[in-house]
């Protein structure tokens, strides 16, 4: 488990879809930049699901393939860029997302860009988002087993261009405004 909760003065690749955004006036754009500058501290986002995803992590690592490294961290200082890693094993990324198993799953835009800067990162092409469906007793319960039948497996295609074109020219820009401690533009 990655212990350090401190979001100032790098970038992750959960922090994608704010790196990329178009619009930088919204509230919750000038929060997060407040956060990097290091002028407000993250607001602890605590709910039953995330507290569930996180306790129930390592065990499904372990189910997929229990030599998978986990919590690996790549820091990137040219580009202020700490990526920290679910698990990976012999250069393939396993990032781990829970969801409730009466609901499908989907590899939504903000899971898609995380994995691509993760990628990126990593200097591999290979992530697989491992998808595990909690039933209702597991929100509360972390102590049973992972049963293989609810564990869906996604392969992420590596989007070079997409690195290039859109994330680096906007991860650029902010760094050197993180830097010189102000606001981009």
Same mark, same amino acid.
């Given at each position: 488990?990655?212990?350090?909760?401190?979001?100032?003065?790098?970038?992750?690749?959960?922090?994608?879809?704010? !790196? !990329?955004?178009?619009?930088?006036?919204?509230?919750?754009?000038?929060?997060?930049?407040?956060?990097?500058?290091?002028?407000? *501290? /993250?607001?602890?986002? #605590?709910? *039953?699901?995330?507290?569930?995803?996180?306790?129930? *992590?390592?065990? +499904?690592?372990?189910?997929?393939?229990?030599?998978?490294?986990?919590?690996? /961290?790549?820091?990137?200082?040219?580009?202020?860029? &700490? !990526?920290?890693?679910?698990?990976?094993?012999?250069?393939? +990324?396993?990032?781990?997302?829970?969801?409730?198993?009466?609901?499908?799953?989907?590899?939504?835009?903000?899971?898609?860009? /995380?994995? /691509?800067?993760?990628?990126?990162?990593?200097?591999?092409?290979?992530?697989? +988002?491992?998808?595990?469906?909690?039933?209702?007793?597991?929100?509360?319960?972390?102590?049973?087993? !992972?049963?293989?039948? #609810?564990?869906?497996?996604?392969?992420?295609?590596?989007?070079?261009?997409?690195?290039?074109?859109?994330?680096?020219?906007?991860?650029?820009?902010?760094?050197?405004?993180? &830097?010189?401690?102000?606001?981009?533009?």
């Amino acid at each position: 488990m990655i212990t350090n909760h401190d979001r100032s003065g790098w970038f992750g690749a959960s922090d994608t879809r704010f !790196v !990329v955004a178009k619009n930088r006036d919204t509230k919750s754009w000038l929060n997060w930049w407040s956060v990097k500058l290091g002028l407000q *501290e /993250q607001p602890e986002l #605590r709910t *039953e699901a995330i507290a569930a995803g996180t306790a129930w *992590e390592h065990k +499904i690592l372990d189910a997929v393939n229990p030599a998978i490294r986990k919590d690996h /961290q790549i820091c990137i200082e040219k580009y202020r860029l &700490r !990526v920290n890693y679910d698990g990976d094993l012999n250069g393939t +990324i396993y990032e781990v997302k829970t969801h409730n198993f009466l609901k499908e799953f989907a590899v939504t835009r903000p899971y898609w860009t /995380q994995a /691509q800067v993760e990628m990126f990162a990593m200097k591999t092409d290979k992530l697989y +988002i491992v998808a595990y469906g909690l039933i209702a007793e597991e929100y509360k319960d972390y102590s049973g087993k !992972v049963d293989d039948g #609810r564990l869906d497996y996604f392969k992420v295609e590596y989007d070079r261009g997409w690195i290039q074109k859109e994330y680096l020219p906007n991860l650029k820009e902010l760094c050197r405004a993180l &830097r010189k401690g102000r606001f981009p533009g």
